[in-house]
């Protein structure tokens, strides 16, 4: 009877050492998988009183806070991929078809030096985070910020067949956003943030360059140096948005453009067609003079009937840059 009793006792204390142990185990467990992939949010302690569970628990939450820091200087789906694939990041990249974009805010000088370097960084800050939210939404890969300006490119390394037309969408919704913010700014008394964007879709190589110690995710090649460009000449044709013909040729017929110029670019042997993205097909008028007399002039101007193309563009020489320099032209 003692010895019945003995296990009994045994058993039921076996039982509830067991849930006390399982219990929190579990939960360790769980935190491990969301952190494994990169949820890190705050998380509710481990219900226990182990020492060592509480430990553990706690070196878990570090590991969370290290990552969360690490997370906001990497892309983190390029993190995730790697934690996915059970891969160390090391030097290496593929050549493959992306969509790349590049923006600078407008005057950004002049703004910058009218502003103390505590108001700048504050104004600075609320800027990246609208655009930042807009791209990773849209699909991008936030590649790095160089000064005002932010890189950024869709297709890797989440593989998307639209990438196209997925970056095409999300400088549109940058666009409205930046707007809606602008106006917010200007009836406070801050400065406004106007901003240019250059889109470009073609061959690149991505993947980790660098030094062994020191790797940066991101993507080399013609095509990113042709955004760069399309970007900084924003600022001769009065542009927002220039579009590289080959983005335009892959979106089809999901956006509205108009063909802007036929231009040489610097490594390039054959001239390129630029285009500026004007909206979705339900937001443009498709009878709009912007679009139809400046690409009917630009086709009398490549057959050199000059004097045509002059009365073309007569109606948006006051009101369209873009015109008005064809016209000098």
């Known amino acids: 009877i003692l010895t019945l009793a003995a296990a009994l006792a045994a058993s039921v204390l076996g039982g509830w050492l067991a849930r006390k142990y399982s219990r929190p185990v579990g939960e360790l467990v769980a935190k491990a998988d969301r952190i494994r992939g990169l949820d890190l949010a705050p998380q509710v302690p481990a219900a ?74 504050v104004h600075m800050s609320a800027y990246f985070e609208l655009m930042v939210s807009a791209l990773r939404e849209g699909g991008a890969t936030v590649d790095k910020f160089v000064g005002d300006a932010i890189v950024a490119f869709w297709g890797a390394p989440t593989s998307d067949d639209d990438h196209a037309t997925h970056a095409l969408e999300t400088v549109l ?45 991101t993507v080399l090649g013609d095509t990113v140096n042709l955004a760069s460009r399309l970007e900084g000449a924003n600022t001769i044709y009065g542009t927002r948005t220039l579009v590289a013909e080959g983005t335009v040729e892959a979106a089809g017929d999901a956006f509205v453009f108009r063909r802007i110029d036929h231009v040489a670019v610097k490594g390039k042997r054959q001239a390129l067609t630029v285009y500026e993205l004007l909206g979705r097909p339900g937001d443009v008028d498709p009878e709009d003079p912007r679009r139809t007399l400046v690409e009917a002039a630009l086709a009398l101007y490549q057959e050199r009937a000059f004097a045509a193309a002059l009365a073309r563009l007569a109606p948006l020489v006051e009101s369209d840059p873009a015109a008005a320099r064809l016209a000098a032209r």
């Open 173 to 217: 919704a940058c666009q409205e956003r930046l707007d809606a913010q602008n106006a917010r700014w200007a009836a406070e008394g801050k400065p406004p943030l106007p901003t240019r964007y250059g889109l470009a879709t073609g061959p690149v190589v991505v993947g980790n360059i660098g030094a062994p110690t020191r790797l940066h995710y």
């Open 48 to 121: 226990t009183n182990v020492l060592e569970l509480r430990t553990l628990d706690r070196a878990q939450d570090d590991m969370r806070m290290a990552l969360d820091s690490f997370s906001r200087y990497v892309p983190t789906e390029v993190v995730r991929d790697l934690l996915q694939r059970g891969e160390a990041a090391e030097i290496g990249g593929r050549e493959q078809t992306l969509s790349i974009l590049f923006t600078d805010i407008e005057g950004f000088t002049s703004i910058a030096e009218g502003l103390s370097p505590r108001e700048l960084t």
